[in-house]
């Protein structure tokens, strides 16, 4: 199942994130992929019996940049303690990477600032 981040929030040092699915009863798989068809970061949750995608859009990647290395926090009850080193490990990955598609890679870098 994919569980698109709809809103994000900063408040007193963390990145409060509202999805349009509950996430009540997820844990964090702690690891995060990219989409770039969707243009989009995907944080594992696991409901005990399966994987769903936690879905970072690109119009949620300004707050996630301007806001890197907050906690982060889902529908006020989920904290996702690997998000920042996973996040890091990635945009390490995607930066000058084609495999990622030029599209896909030139937003992350922009976004970003890695250029």
């Known amino acids: 199942m994919r569980i698109y981040v709809n809103e994000v929030k900063i408040q007193?040092?963390?990145?409060?994130?509202?999805?349009?699915?509950?996430?009540?009863?997820?844990?964090?798989?702690?690891?995060?992929?990219?989409d770039s068809d969707r243009h989009a970061f995907v944080y594992l949750l696991d409901d005990g019996s399966s994987f769903s995608y936690l879905m970072f859009v690109q119009e949620t990647w300004p707050m996630l940049h301007e806001h890197r290395g907050k906690e982060v926090v889902i529908n006020d009850e989920l904290t996702l303690t690997q998000f920042s080193p996973e996040l890091d490990y990635l945009l390490e990955n995607i930066e000058g990477n084609s495999n990622y598609g030029k599209e896909f890679v030139t937003a992350v870098e922009e976004t970003f600032e890695l250029v």
């Open 12 to 34: 007193d040092n963390r990145i409060l994130c509202y999805t349009d699915e509950p996430t009540k009863g997820f844990t964090e798989a702690g690891q995060m992929l990219a």
